[in-house]
């Protein structure tokens, strides 16, 4: 029976150790898990500031495209409508015969 106690110690120690690695290998995956959940947290925030400077760009830049174009067609309204009066006066003076 001597021979079966050093057999049994080395089989308890054996899987003493193989125990306490898996526990060890369960609390590196809890680890990991958690911290591709943080990574993945992160990285829609930094999605999320992105699209909002996009969106904000894209605003911008069409309220200014807006605003540049209602200028031009004032403008351009403003020229039509004096160009408009001139050529009336002058067809006025012609029908008589300024």
Do not use: C
């Not at 021979?3 to 526990?23: H, N, R, W, Y």
């Not at 609390?27 to 947290?41: F, H, L, P, W």
């Amino acid at each position: 029976m001597r021979i079966l106690k050093p057999a049994v110690l080395v089989l308890t120690v054996s899987l003493m150790a193989g125990a306490s690695s898996l526990a060890f290998a369960q609390s590196t995956v809890g680890k990991d898990a958690k911290q591709a959940g943080t990574d993945t947290k992160e990285v829609v925030k930094d999605t999320g500031k992105d699209v909002e400077k996009g969106t904000k760009s894209a605003y911008h830049a069409t309220t200014k495209g807006t605003k540049k174009a209602y200028h031009k067609t004032t403008s351009a309204t403003k020229k039509a409508a004096d160009a408009t009066v001139d050529t009336t006066k002058k067809t006025a003076d012609k029908v008589e015969g300024k």
